[in-house]
């Protein structure tokens, strides 16, 4: 849900000295309070989560043009504008312009009711000698009175004001909006005429000229099945002194510019204001200007950033500081691109389509250059091109650098191919609009096919002998193979460079080995390495190494964990972090370290969620499963057969889990030695999952279970259970033990709850091995002889059954 906030401040009127009022001096009226709901669809996410209502009486809402069900979703080209100004185009008012309510938060007053009311405040009260209304009515016309209420508690009231419905109605002060499904995301077609917002004007009495509005309150007359949506309100605003209008800037560089307007039509008008920000948020009477007492009608401004936007405004001195107009409507100027002296691009902030960033320049004659949401090296863009063999190479010119043969700097980029081996060709160019000026600096040889398996990133060591007009520029090899590349930089070469080709091995339920090559000049001081469980880099130290790889303990099994490591070249100098990825192996991964099931009566009693992630492919021979040969990334555990004879093993989904689909082995023996008493695929109720049913077990043998995951590529969670009816009486109680084993994780001392029903305790280790055996033992267990790390406590009780838990120790 969206919550209510203020309105952006737009420009307020100032003091008067006249009762003779400028026509068309139009002024916004942001809305400080009286929105409810918010209708229009925007942002990344879906229609639903991004608005509060719908705006007519079916399902529909307003869609602006930045909205994307997901980050995935192709951008649209139409709907309301993402700065929320409307720009009306009824005939009669040419310059009238409105200023939306903030898109994420409530930014209508929708009545839903006949006789429903609504006051809309002003941010800023002005005297007007009109008022104009922004709004629209969903699902059919509405009839609206309006009140308007002056600053100094009078009123004046209009009646039968008219909201056409937002589909083909006339006076639409815009159209061609868009919509969307608030429910379903379903977008309407693109490129009509509908739907609209539209335009009604209120005269203010001449007596009520110089009374500042306060705000409106507005009221539903009509009982049709119409929803009106009262989105905004500009005014007419009375003044003696009139703004000037600007006019088009002039002389833009990459850190100056001219503004320009001409001359107030107010004949005391005897100087001007400038304000200009990087903010869209238009400045109020009370805003100090940039440049003050302009006599002219042209200023210029100079120490501007290069590649920005600037927003300015002017205001007409008539007479001193109390007799001033208001702000004039918004200008707009972008300085032009300029050199700079370093450069980070990862094109997120770019549509997809025949795009560059801003200050890059597109060299392209056929094929394909492109900015792609295909798999990207990171975010959601990265650049893409390609060529058949006859035809010619887009060349990508990268803006202007200040200290482009400096001899200090190098280019670092990621890049992949999509057929190994392809050549990604790095040069400059000396005039940035003609390809046929390129000097090829370092030819690099893309041997990777995505940005994971292998290092992405390359790089390239930039000459003093480049000249100093240069632009460098990346050229693909006209060879049908796609090159995409991501992650630009333009920076200093590093003192202290990081390790390459990193590489994991020796993965465990709690540790991993990681290895690295050393950069060409190794560091000093060795190397530091840490784990995150995300991908971001860490922002303090980690433990030091003198060689090229480390034993990396691991807190928690089946878990994804980043390993970091670094360069140390001294006390004070080190790289960036890089990073390889891990799963820890499951605790129960193999044979020898199996979870124990606590049988129940049906699948729902004692239910264990289990999980493939972190599992690998056992190396027992004996551990087959003859009925489906096809499985991949085994788990294990155990269950005690119970005084029956007869138990049922199942396995079934987990919400949300991507695992559809097992194989399961029932065995007796032990690891190295088994024997299969049962194996099934896809008999369980539940879809492909899998169900063996035994009878005439032994009664309190220990049954041993793998479960093959049927898919290579898919991992997470799913469930198993063990059941038998006969332990839907007294045996039930028995079997299944209500115990808690606490705090945990511990320090030295542990709790078990229900320890009088408990023969013995053994403290294993995630590898199996028996670290301690407690005989008939008390509630208070002390374990403080324990290292750090992760145990299991299996409880036997004194009627045959058991209970294991995972316990972790600090």
Known sequence: ?????????????????????????????????GFNEDVIANGIGSALSSTTNILDGDSYVYVAKNFQANSTSTPITYGVPVDGIINSVVASTPGLSYQLGNLSQSNSLRLSNANLTGTMVFTSPIAATKLYMLSTSGSALSTLSVTVNFTDGT????????????????????????????????LDAAGGTNPRMYQAVMSIDAANYTKPIQGVTITKTSTTNGFPNIFAFSADAFSTCAPPVL??????TANGVTLNWTASTSTQANSYNVYYSTSSTPPTATTA??????????TSIASLQPN????????????????????????????????????????????????????????FVNGTMTISSTTPASGTRNVYQTN????????????????????????????????????????????????STFVLIQALSITNTNYTSTNPEYTVIVPSSVPANARLAVRNTADGKGYYWDDVVWEAVPSCFPPTALTTSAITSNSATLSWTAPSSAPASGYEYTYTTTNTAPTGNGTSVSGTSAIIP????????????????????????????????????????????????????????????????????????TCQTTGYNDTWYSVVVPASG??????????????????????TGSCGSLTQVGCDDDSSSDGNFSLVTLTGQTPGATLLIGVWNYSSSSSGQFRIAAYDASLSTSDLSVVKKNVKVYPNPFSDIINISEFKDIKTIKVTDVAGRTLRTIENPAQEINLGSLNSGLYLITMYFKDGSQHTVKTIKK
């Open 289 to 298: 200007p940039n440049l003050s007492n302009i006599s002219g009608t042209s």
């Open 1 to 33: 849900m969206k919550k209510h906030q203020p309105a952006l401040l737009l420009g307020a009127l100032g003091i008067f000295t006249s009762s003779l009022a400028f026509a068309q001096n139009y002024q916004t009226m942001p809305i400080q309070s």
């Open 388 to 435: 058949t063999s006859t035809q010619t190479p887009s060349t990508v010119v990268l803006p202007e650098f200040s200290n482009i043969n400096a001899g200090t700097h190098w280019l670092k980029l990621k890049a992949r191919v999509t057929t190994a081996t392809g050549t990604l060709n790095v040069g400059y160019v000396t005039n940035p609009t003609d390809a």
């Open 554 to 625: 691991l807190p928690s099994p089946s878990t994804t964990y980043y390993l970091w490591v670094r360069s140390k070249c001294n006390a004070t100098s080190t790289s960036v972090w890089v990073n390889a990825t891990v799963n820890t192996k499951a605790i129960n991964d193999e044979c020898s370290a199996p979870i124990a099931i606590t049988p129940g009566a049906t699948f729902t009693t004692n239910p264990v969620t289990a999980t493939t992630v972190g599992a690998t492919s056992t190396s027992d021979a004996t551990a087959t499963h």
């Open 247 to 252: 006019q088009a800037a002039t002389n833009i």
């Open 308 to 363: 920005t936007t600037y927003y300015y405004w002017v205001k007409t001195n008539c007479g001193g500081t109390t007799a001033q107009s208001v702000w004039s409507f918004v200008g707009t100027v972008k300085t032009a691109c300029g050199a700079v002296t370093s450069m980070s691009e990862n094109f997120d902030s770019y549509n997809t389509g025949t795009t560059l960033p801003d200050c890059w320049v597109r060299n």
């Open 646 to 667: 007869n138990l049922t093993i199942e396995t079934q989904s987990a919400t949300g889990s991507a695992v559809s689909d097992t194989v399961l082995g029932v065995y």
């Open 155 to 186: 009123t004046q009231q209009f009646t039968g004001i008219s909201v056409p419905d937002w589909y083909n109605g006339t006076d639409f002060a815009i159209q061609g909006l868009g919509r969307i499904n608030r429910n379903t995301d379903g």
